[in-house]
Structures are given as C-alpha cells and as structure tokens.
C-alpha cells in the first residue's frame, strides 16, 4: 500500500506565500507524474500543477501560472508546491496524486492512482 502526506498548508493574507510538500510512503513504487489539485467549498476538483518525470516537464492550470511551482524528486516520489502571491480564491483543500500510467493525462484526476488526505489552505484578503 502506497501513502501519499501532505502538509504545509494553513492560514496566509493574500499576496503571502506557503509550500505544500507531500510524500510517499509505505510499498516502493514508479510512478510516471505526480500532481497537485485543489478543492474549494461547493465546487469541483481541479488541476493545479503537475510534473512528468520521464521529460521533466511541468504543467500549470492558467490560474496558478507565474504564481505556483511544481518540483519533487522521482526517486523518492516527493513532490512540493511553492505557491506566492497567493489569493483568496486560492483557498482550498489541497491534495497531491502520483500516477503509475505511462501515457497519463495529467490534468484529469481520475488518471491518479494514489491520492493524498489533503491539506487546507486558507488566504484571508
């Protein structure tokens, strides 16, 4: 059984900056991306940023680009957030995922096999 830990979150004013680390514990196993999302009250989950780690590629949705950055290491299946300049429509629970698809569609959640608790980030304005 694979684990994935978060944590880092908490309460920030807007245009502060937090990192979310998560990281995996329990059965080795490879994976191919590992990815944040984040959930706000009364909404659906949604893409955050990812890492493929086979290209060393990073991916951002349009709401984070500039603000938030992705990086991690493969071989201990880490992954961290740095998020700055952060807004109050940033708050959110966030969760990390780690994907063991080779072709993986990093942005859709449901291509993520293991999954994190979450943590709660909150931007007071």
């Known amino acids: 059984q694979v684990q994935l830990v978060e944590s880092g979150g908490g309460l920030v004013q807007a245009g502060g900056s937090l990192r979310l680390s998560c990281a995996a514990s329990g059965r080795t196993v490879s994976t191919y991306a590992m990815g944040w999302f984040r959930q706000a009250p009364g909404k659906e989950r949604e893409f955050v940023a990812a890492?493929?780690?086979?290209?060393?590629?990073?991916y951002y949705a349009d709401s984070v680009k500039g603000r938030f950055t992705i990086s991690g290491d493969n071989a201990k299946n880490t992954v961290y957030l740095q998020m700055n300049s952060l807004k109050p429509e940033d708050t959110a629970v966030y969760s990390c995922a780690a994907s063991r698809r080779p072709w993986v569609n990093i942005y859709s959640s449901n291509q993520y096999d293991y999954w994190g608790q979450g943590t709660q980030v909150t931007v007071s304005s």
């Open positions: 890492v493929i780690w086979s290209v060393g590629s990073e």
